[in-house]
């Protein structure tokens, strides 16, 4: 397939190489070229199939028009969710968007060198929880090189964007569901101490336990560190204490998947004798049984308004820097993994 150039239009309309260029640079009218020329030479590259070069473009703006993507999470469904929202966003704009996969500070140091060293004018990252190093890398590399941040599910400690879902309101939301159906001990079975996401996620928990004045040692926080093999553990050796918890609030749907498979091997009956709850609404959560009530968070919209937020901010050449949140709301989705608690229990 042959590559259409300006000079092809050009011939085949009857005009110059310069009055085609300036057409579809957008500068016409300041030369006085009629809009009528203007739309026979834009129909006429539509239907040549021309594209436009994007590397002369952005040497003749003397910018990038390039926006970085760091993403610890591209092999998880949510994370792969947030990314199809930020190409979505960036799909019909001049700019670009350039992906790297990390795992580790070293993988995040190359990856963020080599994104700077393309010269991006923003950077996106995704579930990236770096070291105190890792951070004050970020910080003072991306401020020396004036490069735009937007988080999201991120724990870095200097200013920048994020958007985020609304995670408090969430874990919120589950618990309420669980009061309202008679459960006094809930425990939550959390990821880390370290993610900001597993922080906010356990805030909301012990904030539910107190305002619906629940017993707190009966309604504890344990951590699985995202584990699989962690969580089993964890579940197993819940649901055989001698006060097992009526329901479990867990801090992603792999581990309410986890702790269903626990109840099933102990004999234990769900919604009957346990209720169990996730978050995020991963497919597999129609997959289980019982199916898995769980919070939809909108991650596909989570990575368009990040990207939104960085061109925004591109556009606007802003130079002063404050943390600005932005949640997006969650969805209850309530299924058969959970019900009402056991009138003796």
Known sequence: MLMIRISDIAKELGLSRVTVSAILNGRHQKIGISEKTAQRVRSSAKAMGYLPNQNALSM????????????SALSEEWGAKILVGALSAIKNTPYSLRVESVQGAAEERGALERLLGSRIEGLLCCNINPTAEMNDFFKLATERYKVAVVSTNCSFDFDHMRVESDG????????????????RRIVHIGGDEGSEVSRERVQAFLSSVQSYQLDPKLCAVYYSHWQIDRARTLARDLLQSAQRPTAVVCANDSIAACTLQIAQELKIKVPQDLSVVGMTNERFCHLTTPQITTVDIPEEQIGRAAVQALLESIEAKENEVSTIVQRLPCTLEVRGSSGVALRNA
């Open 60 to 71: 003749k703006r003397g910018r990038s028009m390039t926006i970085g993507m760091l993403s």
């Open 168 to 183: 408090m309101g969430a874990v919120a939301s589950l618990m309420e569901h669980l009061v309202r159906h008679g459960h």
